[in-house]
Each structure stands twice: as structure tokens, then as C-alpha cells.
């Protein structure tokens, strides 16, 4: 199986298929299209009421509306197909916490444990907390309630980071074979947490592809370790990399549950952190944001986060709204309103859009945007387009973060879509930026620059692109940099397309193979030699192989990795 398409909750997905498939492209979605023409019909008679209030997040909204009207079959199947999530008749979120910058601890944790007796009120059930977040699953009856409460600063679904998914190939390219027979400076040895989704498989791996001995830890609710492969395939890597290394394997599914684990990590003999995820309107791309602060968690105790640059090279546009027929929907080129893309049968599809108005990042929380776009989805049928969804927060105010998403299971069968961004709200220029889900090879208008993922843009992460181990091509899907705060990314590429006994030979592609050879790399280096984390990052940005032009770039940053002298 090959990680470059970033297959994601395969379990969860298999569940849905088998469920029937209402929310299908052959069935019935559960949505109405909104009263206005497609793209390209001048004069859409104003925008339409927005969905929910300015606390509840507009799928969460339109679920919960569903059910008022009494059209619960509806409301479910919007619901499934939107958020895969849904569990009876309650549905995953978190509430964030209505806190004020600078807020005490002791204010803080008051607030929190207010909102939480609140949420049991109403019939949910928390599952985790982190600082002002509360993870839970609340009745949909509840959801208005619960966001109208002075308590609660927005309720939305919980966010998801999506992978940028036998002796790996990379360890001869990068010279690490010559470190096994050297013995280690460090009596302890060197760690390395691999941070994953899952680690399926892992057990019947143990003394042979991983060492006899793994420390492992779920932060999932459900405490569920083995979920899916793609960690096993990561720890393989650095296995591989550092055989005398030891591992620990760490899984999470959401956002909060993300935050909980670093802080736990943070506290442990940890030397380097693996992370083959990458995360789509997580911040604002320049390094700052809520996942991105984990970064700095973990470099305040001397560990090496070592990120996925991505592989959205090929599925990222950003540009200036352009509206010459104003007629409120951006052109991409010329006359063409519509994206297209293209998303393989029964894999879920999503756009991501962002524009960049955040505002100041203060710890917890963005200062907030004044501007409005709203993102549509279509299916092409024949020379038409076919609305199939759309995504309409309201996003304006104190708070608001620029974003808007579409992500569910919509086809089964391989198809061309297209997006498409409306102007709500415009009284200033913002840049736009735009990333597709899924998508088997590149968007109609890509544009590769500034299409690293979060939290590689971090200046604390060593951000890995990915190069072929058998000649040193970049990977067309390899993200690159800058970021959207100016920094030069990636900052090393390594082999990709590279064989594991869990996806088989030559099949681990993406810069998810990338990154643990990196993080190996910071292992052998830590546990053989006396240097700490700079000194070991300097060393590596030395002996790197300079790829394209002279010095570093936003291509290969320093080069591909290179263990050798």
C-alpha cells in the first residue's frame, strides 16, 4: 500500500460502506443544494442564510437542524457521510472553553470543570481534556444547547491529522550501516517516540523488524493501539536506522488527544520525536497555532521533532480573489470558477480552505478574521457539474478562525470534482489558499510553493521532503516551502519508496518513509556521540547532500540526509 495517497480511518470507513451507502454519489447525500446558480451564472441574488450560529460549527449545525425538523433520516445521512463520527444519535466534538488571554491556571481549570458539569447535564459524555478543550460526545439534540452557553467559546467536530503516507532501502543510501558495528557513547542508549495514528501488527514484529522490547501508550478514547499499520511501517524505518535504539509507540486520533500526548512525551527519555502526519487549516502556516505548539513542548525538553513536509505539492492552491464577472465566486483562471480533481472509488474527499486573516496567535487561541468565503463541492457528470456539498461558517468576529472544510465519503466510484470559493464578506485583499484531499495526481491549477504542512512549517520541526533511495528524485508530491512565515522548508530530504514488512517491498512511499529515517538518523547520533540536539542538527545539515541548486532551498533544504563523512 502506498502512503502518498494519505489513506486515512480505514476502519471507520469500511463500517460506513457496509452501512449502505445513502450518502453515496448513486444515493441521496442528505443536503440540499442552496437557492443560487453554480459558478458562472451572474447574479447570485445575495448570499443565503448562514447556517447555525457563530458557536457551532456549520455541519454540526445542520445536523442538529435536521433532527429539529423531525427529518432524522436526512440529518444522519448528512451527517455519516459529512463526519464519520456519529455514534446512535450523539455525535465527537470538543467545546473549546471561553477563556480571556493571559487567564490564570486556577481561572482556567474553573472554566473547564464548569463546561465539563455542563456537558454531563446535557447527556454527553467527556472522553479527554486538554488546557481549554474538551473532548466529549454529546446527544445532537444537545448541540444548540450547549453552544449557546455562555460558557463555551465554539463547539466544532474534533481535528484529525492525515498521513503524508525488511531493511528499508534508505539505510545504505544514507550511509547509516556504518554506525552498527560502532559502539554507543551514551550508556542508556538513544530513544525515539514514533507519533502515529496506530501501530496494527506491531506485536507479531517484535525481536525480529522492531526490538523484542517496545514501550507503548494510546492517547485514543478508546485506548485502542493497533487501529491501523501506519506507525508499524515508521518504527520499521527507525528500526532499521538505529537497531539499538529504543522505541516507544504513541497513538492518537484527534487534536486534543494530540496535546495530551506531547505532554506526556515531553516528560519521558525521549530523544526524537517521528511524526509522518501532517495537518490541513491547523494554523496559519507561518509556525504558529495550537499544533505547531506542541513543536515547542517538545524542544523545551530537548527532543527533536522530526515532521513530514508533505505531499500536497501537487494539491495546493493559493492566490488573490479575482471575481472579473462579479458575480461572487473566485476565477481560478480566466472564465473557470470550478477546480477540478480527481479522488480514486470509496476514499474520502476534502478540500481545505484558509485565507490568511488569522489575526495574532496568543498561546491559545487567534486574534480572528473579519473576512467570509464559504467552499463548494461538485461532482462532474458528463460536461456538468452536480452540487454535492458545501461549507458556510460563519467567520467573522473575535475568535473566528479563516477556515472553512469539506472532508466525507461521497463516490463509489473514482471521480472528477471541483471547488469552488464564494466571497461573503470582502472589505480587504487576503491571500487564499486552498488544499485537496485524496487526489490521485496534481490539481487543475497547483501551485507547489507554500504547500508544506503543519507543524513542519514550525521553526522548531526538521521538516523532511521526500527523495526516490535509488537516484535522488525529488517526489512530485514533495511539499514545499517557504512557509507562510518566510522560513526555508524542507529542511532535509530523505528516501522514500522504500520497502517494510508492513506495506511491502518498495511500497512505503511519501514523506511519511521519509521522516523516520531522519529521526533514526538524530538516534544514532545521540546515542553514539556526545552532542546534544543543535549540535546533532548541525552535523546532519553538514554532511547532507546538496541537491539542485547550490545551498539550501526550498526543494531539499540542506539536502538529502547523509550519515557519512
Known amino acids: 500500500m502506498n502512503s502518498r495517497r494519505r489513506y486515512v480511518h480505514f476502519a471507520t470507513a469500511a463500517v460506513l460502506l457496509a452501512g449502505g451507502g445513502a450518502w453515496l454519489i448513486s444515493g441521496n447525500t442528505g443536503l440540499t ?59 465527537q466534538v470538543v467545546a473549546e472553553a471561553f477563556v480571556e488571554p493571559g487567564a490564570s491556571s486556577a481561572i482556567l481549570n474553573a472554566r473547564t470543570s464548569a463546561l465539563m458539569a455542563k456537558i454531563a447535564a446535557l447527556g454527553g459524555m467527556v472522553e479527554t481534556r486538554w488546557r481549554h478543550l474538551v473532548q466529549h460526545v454529546l446527544p445532537v439534540e444537545s448541540l444548540e444547547s450547549l453552544a449557546s452557553n455562555p460558557l463555551v467559546r465554539y463547539v466544532r467536530p474534533p481535528r484529525r491529522p492525515f498521513r503524508q503516507a525488511v531493511m528499508s532501502e534508505g539505510v545504505a543510501r544514507t550511509g547509516a550501516d556504518i554506525w552498527r558495528n560502532l559502539s554507543p557513547y551514551r550508556a542508556d542508549g538513544s530513544t525515539v517516540c514514533v507519533l502515529d495514528l496506530g501501530f496494527a501488527g506491531y506485536k507479531s514484529l517484535l525481536g525480529n523488524e522492531l526490538p523484542s522490547e517496545v514501550k507503548t501508550r494510546s492517547f485514543r478514547a478508546d485506548g485502542d493501539l493497533e487501529v491501523e499499520e501506519h506507525g508499524t511501517a515508521c518504527a520499521e524505518i527507525v528500526r532499521d536506522m538505529a537497531p539499538k535504539a529504543g522505541l516507544l509507540l504513541v497513538n492518537f486520533d484527534t487534536d486534543v488527544e494530540q496535546h495530551r500526548a506531547v505532554d506526556w512525551i515531553s516528560r519521558q527519555d525521549v530523544d526524537a520525536i517521528s511524526y509522518s502526519l501532517g495537518w490541513f487549516n491547523a494554523g496559519a502556516g507561518d509556525g504558529t497555532g495550537p499544533i505547531c505548539a506542541d513543536v515547542e513542548t517538545a524542544a523545551a525538553a530537548n527532543i527533536v521533532w522530526v515532521s513530514a513536509a508533505g505531499n500536497s505539492a501537487g494539491d495546493h492552491w493559493e492566490g488573490d480573489f479575482v471575481d472579473p464577472d462579479n458575480d461572487g465566486f473566485h476565477n481560478f483562471s480566466g472564465h473557470d470558477e470550478i477546480l477540478e480533481f480527481a479522488v480514486p472509488a470509496y476514499m474520502p474527499v476534502g478540500v481545505f480552505l484558509n485565507w490568511k486573516d488569522f489575526g495574532s496567535w496568543d498561546g491559545y487561541d487567534y486574534g480572528g478574521t473579519d473576512q467570509d468565503f464559504d467552499l463548494y463541492l461538485y461532482f462532474r457528470v458528463g460536461t456538468a457539474w452536480k452540487y454535492i456539498d458545501h461549507s458556510d461558517n460563519r467567520r467573522t ?120 529515517h531522519v529521526a533514526g538518523a538524530v538516534a544514532l547520533l545521540r546515542g553514539w556521540t556526545p552532542f546534544g540536539p543543535a549540535a546533532v542538527l548541525r552535523i546532519l545539515q553538514q554532511r547532507a547532500v546538496d541537491l539542485g541548486d547550490p545551498g539550501r532551498d526550498n526543494l531539499y533544504g540542506h539536502g538529502r540526509l547523509n550519515l557519512k563523512k
Open 33 to 91: 443544494e442552496p437557492s443560487r446558480p453554480l459558478p458562472g451564472v451572474v447574479g447570485t441574488g445575495g448570499a443565503e442564510p448562514r447556517a447555525g450560529s457563530f458557536k457551532l460549527e456549520a455541519s454540526l449545525a445542520r445536523l442538529a437542524a435536521g433532527l429539529r425538523a423531525e427529518d432524522e433520516e436526512r440529518a444522519r445521512a448528512y451527517g455519516l457521510g459529512r463526519r464519520p463520527d456519529g455514534r446512535g444519535n450523539s455525535v
Open 397 to 516: 468576529g473575535a475568535g473566528a478562525w479563516p477556515t472553512e472544510e469539506i472532508f466525507g465519503w461521497y463516490a463509489d466510484r473514482e471521480a472528477v470534482w471541483g471547488v469552488a470559493i464564494r466571497s461573503i464578506l470582502q472589505t480587504k485583499s487576503v491571500r487564499l489558499e486552498l488544499f485537496t484531499y485524496n487526489n490521485t495526481s496534481a490539481i487543475e491549477y497547483p501551485v507547489l510553493s507554500r504547500s508544506i504542512s503543519i507543524p513542519a512549517d514550525a521553526p522548531g520541526a526538521v521538516a523532511v521532503g521526500a527523495t526516490d533511495w535509488t537516484n535522488d528524485a525529488l517526489h512530485a508530491y514533495s511539499s514545499r516551502g517557504p512557509t507562510h512565515g518566510g522560513l526555508i522548508k524542507p529542511d532535509f530530504t530523505a528516501p522514500s519508496r522504500v520497502s517494510t514488512a508492513t506495506y511491502g517491498l518498495l511500497n512505503f512511499a511519501g514523506t511519511s518513509a521519509s521522516v523516520p
